[in-house]
């Protein structure tokens, strides 16, 4: 059964500096790996989707990359913002491709 | 496009009573499910559907139930609530295919939902 892990729970940091947030997975078996951002009180915001066929995807400050052989997916975000602050989940696919499995989140506060 | 809506926002029950939560998208995403999300649990799939009249459970079912008459609409409803009950509520819909590429999935903003 697939489980999705994401250290640390919380990171605090200050304006400008570049980050990475980490999410592990178990069974590398996965259709895909999706990257969320939620803000208090909010729904889930999409970032970025990466196809297991595929090793990064970015949008703006934002990167994304998945190696399958170790399960381990990072969420790297360049120069970060205030704004960047929010709850930051990663989601596998697990015995389907549409199925997800999600991890807990890391909460991040950006200081500025 | 409005995306995925829900309805309502918030919402207070009584042990016992029933309810439905709406959920619907304006995407034409065969896929639809629901999600309860729990302090210290993440989301947890309650309920899912990859098109009209075809449902099935996803990893925590007992104590609701949905059907899918429409491509639009998914509701979930609560038979008899209990305060186990109480969680955040989210329905998410994408595109999907039977096998190779999947895509991206869309949330709506989600139901509070207090059952006292």
């Known amino acids: 059964k697939q489980e999705v892990t994401q250290i640390p729970a919380a990171l605090s940091v200050p304006e400008g500096e570049n980050l990475v947030l980490n999410c592990s997975f178990t069974?590398?078996?996965?259709?895909?790996l999706q990257w969320f951002r939620q803000d208090p009180g909010k729904g889930l915001t999409s970032l970025l989707l990466?196809?297991?066929?595929?090793r990064e995807q970015t949008s703006g400050r934002l990167n994304a990359s998945l190696d399958k052989s170790s399960g381990r997916s990072t969420l790297y975000i360049a120069a970060s913002q205030p704004g960047d602050s929010a709850t930051y989940l990663c989601a596998s696919t697990g015995d389907s491709s549409y199925k997800l499995i999600f991890g807990s989140g890391t909460r991040l506060l950006v200081r500025p | 496009n409005a995306g995925v809506t829900q309805t309502p926002k918030f919402q207070v029950l009584k042990t016992g009573q029933s309810m439905t939560l709406q959920c619907a998208q304006d995407m034409n995403h065969e896929y639809m499910s629901w999600y309860r999300q729990d302090p210290g649990m993440g989301l947890r799939l309650i309920h899912y559907?990859?098109?009209?009249?075809?449902?099935d459970q996803g990893e925590v079912p007992n104590g609701y139930n949905v059907s899918r008459s429409t491509t639009e609409d998914f509701p979930l409803r609560l038979l008899s609530a209990a305060p186990s009950q109480t969680s955040v509520y989210f329905c998410a819909s994408s595109y999907t295919q039977g096998w190779g590429t999947s895509y991206e999935q869309y949330f709506g903003p989600g139901t509070r939902l207090t059952v006292t």
């Open positions: 559907s990859v098109g009209a009249g075809i449902t």
């Open positions: 069974d590398s078996a996965i259709y895909n």
């Open positions: 990466i196809q297991s066929s595929q």
